[in-house]
């Protein structure tokens, strides 16, 4: 039967659900479709007696820096009444000591990708704040109501990515990735001119930085207008807000803000994403 996995906000956009690691430690972990492979902090791995492969998992950063982790198999672990055995998890610590973390972030000690659910469909139901695990019945019932549209499911090694395609104001289609680890839609620079958007002109915020791997990025925010929708879903429509525009290795990426504005459904195993008929 469908599972319905109640999930907090942290940190302005993240999505922190309930999980059991290893059968009996019962942790906060982000749910995060742009991580590709599972994460877990060292000192989780350890507690939950995950078994080193050797082996190592090379991610690739939004803009194009090379991140490896070591790659370790978890005897369980359980989102809701999904249980998988035998999971690889990568071994990688993202958050300082717990005394030092962020309001929210105290129990939280590794992030889950949809490639734990094993091609099981999910909606992401912002406004319910929860993360609905999909059976036959309420799949059905999920197509009955909303409209299919193309999702596109990449694989490498233990890591899933998914992309579905964003109608943009000025007619471009954009392929981006779905990615709740994102707060605000992320646009590669190249759209911003036919966007209406050029560095410099009132309205348009300029941040130059160093991120964690060293790499240097320029990153332009300004508020575009008209709305944005997924391609073949016009009741997807809604104003985009202030976008992120970077030198990206996607065409972009679409975050928290545009998807939990409704209740979207992801099924991987059919290579389709389902968005509500009626209109939030």
Do not use: K, W
């Not at 999980?19 to 995060?32: E, K, N, Y």
């Not at 994460?39 to 190592?56: D, N």
């Not at 099924?267 to 209109?279: I, L």
């Amino acid at each position: 039967m469908a599972d319905v996995v109640p999930f907090d906000i942290v940190g302005g956009h993240l999505l922190s659900v309930p999980a059991r690691v290893g059968g009996s430690a019962d942790v906060r972990l982000l749910f995060d479709t742009g991580i590709g492979v599972s994460v877990l902090s060292s000192a989780l791995a350890a507690a939950a007696g995950c078994r080193p492969t050797g082996e190592t998992f090379t991610g690739r950063r939004m803009s194009g820096q090379e991140v490896v982790v070591p790659l370790s198999r978890l005897g369980s672990l359980e989102l809701g009444s999904h249980r998988a055995s035998d999971v690889p998890v990568g071994i990688l610590d993202l958050l300082p000591p717990r005394a030092s973390r962020p309001a929210g972030f105290a129990e939280v000690e590794g992030i889950v990708s949809p490639g734990l659910l094993d091609g099981r469909a999910f909606t992401l139901d912002g406004p319910n704040r929860s993360l609905v695990l999909e059976d036959d019945r309420s799949m059905a019932d999920r197509l009955r109501r909303g409209t299919s549209i193309p999702l596109r499911v990449d694989r490498t090694g233990p890591a899933v990515d998914l992309f579905v395609d964003l109608d943009l104001p000025s007619g471009s289609r954009a392929t981006v990735e779905v990615d709740t680890g994102s707060g605000a839609l992320t646009l590669h620079s190249r759209y911003m001119l036919e966007l209406g958007v050029r560095p410099g002109d009132p309205g348009v915020r300029t941040i130059e930085g160093v991120d964690e791997t060293h790499h240097a990025f320029t990153r332009h925010f300004a508020r575009i207008d008209g709305p944005v929708r997924f391609s073949g879903a016009p009741t997807s429509a809604r104003g985009a807000g202030e976008v992120m525009f970077q030198e990206i290795i996607y065409d972009g990426l679409v975050g928290s803000t545009y998807l939990l504005g409704s209740a979207v459904t992801f099924d991987p195993r059919g290579s389709r994403a389902v968005v509500p008929t009626v209109a939030p």
